[in-house]
């Protein structure tokens, strides 16, 4: 049960306001009561000056169930979540069997519910088995909970069957999430194409692999008024279409994984697995034109795109090692270096990691206004620690590329709808 709970001498972070200010904040009943200057009520938590902010809204997070729960559980991957201050998980589909049916979608649901201490929140494949042949059910998948539709990183090369899936998904007003990427050019890649990956002798995608993926969706998505998410932009050469795609006037938004804006195609050094990702990390320059993007808002979510593997997956030549990071743990703090270069502010950030995801699938989160669920992250964003990933992380999987790297930021405590799930005694 949650308590009333007093927040006195805070940083408060306002995403929707993109504002910061001292003071105080009061929650009763799972919900933000007062914000400001408030009368201490309940158990009363001094904030000593640290920061509190909405907690994060996680938009295309991988979990092992049902299939692979020896990399990730609903269970470890909560825990991960309100360690680094994410109180909404959105999974995604690319599970063993996919989320594909109503059936699929109400055991993971059930699941979720008995298993994390966070909210989870999950999204349905938008062909079955995400195989790119057949429409899914996405009416009934609706009904059951789904909050989007996707293949991940399994791209609909046909494009007969990916517009009738849109324009399904436009009649019921149903959300699509899309990864840019030509399949073709992309099929058996392993970094980005470029001078680093022929000295490294690894086989390569250009950069134009994703400007070809994003027109042909987008080339979709004007043809039917689709309500459209491309999961994630990481070139340069993206960014002018994205614009003018939101100048026109079309329903799209973009995120970006946290490795994307943090880490380069140089940080792959001699062949090291953890940062084998999909897509690939990309030039310095790449890099630095989308964090631009997401400081000026153009690209609207930044997410930890979530991905365990096992230690055998990721024990191998590294054209053959499993693509995928885990990052539920330490989202915040890489994103803080953002924070601390200058590149964005504190409330810019939670704009885009919390308020808005939790818009874009219609959730009732990420803002510090009275009405709104207390689900709340406080946090030092000075703090300075090392990251050991066998002895901080509480995920079952332990591929991070930011193992043993110097970080700022640590998590204090986590609330979930009023309830503490991290820090202290909760």
């Not at 980005?192 to 086989?203: E, H, V, W, Y």
Request: with cysteine.
């Amino acid at each position: 049960m949650s308590e009333t709970i007093t927040f006195t001498n805070a940083r408060l972070i306002d995403p929707e306001g993109l504002a910061e200010t001292e003071g105080g904040l009061r929650i009763e009943a799972g919900r933000i009561a007062a914000v400001g200057e408030v009368k201490p009520e309940g158990r009363v938590i001094d904030c000593g000056g640290k920061c509190l902010a909405p907690g994060i809204v996680d938009l295309g997070v991988k979990v092992g169930e049902p299939g692979e729960r020896h990399k990730e559980s609903f269970r470890s991957a909560g825990l991960a979540a309100a360690a680094g201050g994410v109180t909404t998980i959105v999974t995604r589909p690319d599970t063993a069997p996919a989320i594909d049916t109503p059936e699929v979608l109400e055991f993971v649901t059930r699941r979720a519910v008995e298993a994390s201490p966070v909210r989870i929140r999950h999204t349905a494949a938008l062909t079955k088995g995400r195989e790119g042949r057949e429409m899914v059910e996405i009416g009934f998948l609706l009904d059951a909970g789904a909050v989007a539709f996707t293949d991940c990183d399994h791209v609909v090369a046909d494009s007969k069957v990916a517009s009738r899936c849109l324009s399904y998904a436009k009649s019921l007003g149903a959300l699509v999430i899309g990864h840019p990427q030509d399949p073709g050019l992309s099929k058996g890649a392993a970094v980005t194409s470029g001078k680093f990956a022929s000295l490294r002798g690894l086989p390569g995608v250009s950069p134009m692999a994703e400007r070809m993926g994003f027109d042909r969706d987008m080339a979709l998505v004007e043809m039917t008024g689709a309500r459209y998410h491309f999961d994630q932009i990481t070139c340069a050469r993206t960014l002018p279409a994205l614009e003018r795609a939101k100048a026109n006037g079309f329903d799209v938004t973009a995120g970006v994984s946290i490795h994307h804006v943090t880490l380069n195609e140089f940080d792959v050094g001699d062949y090291r697995t953890f940062f084998k990702l999909t897509p690939p990390l990309r030039a310095e320059e790449d890099r630095k034109a989308v964090a631009e993007a997401l400081a000026s808002g153009l690209i609207d979510v930044l997410c930890s795109m979530h991905t365990p593997q096992d230690e055998e997956s990721k024990r191998l030549p590294f054209e053959e090692a499993a693509a995928g990071a885990v990052a539920l743990q330490t989202l915040l703090p890489a994103a803080l270096r953002l924070y601390h270069n200058g590149t964005m502010s504190l409330a810019h950030l939670f704009r885009a990691m919390s308020l808005n995801p939790a818009q874009r699938l219609g959730l009732d989160g990420g803002r510090l206004v009275v009405g709104a669920p207390a689900d709340l992250v406080l946090f030092d964003p000075d703090a300075p620690f090392v990251l050991d990933r066998f002895t901080m992380l509480a995920s079952k999987s332990k591929n991070t590329p930011f193992d043993g790297a110097r970080m700022e930021g640590k998590v204090l405590a986590t609330f979930v709808g009023g309830r503490q799930v991290y820090g202290g005694e909760g």
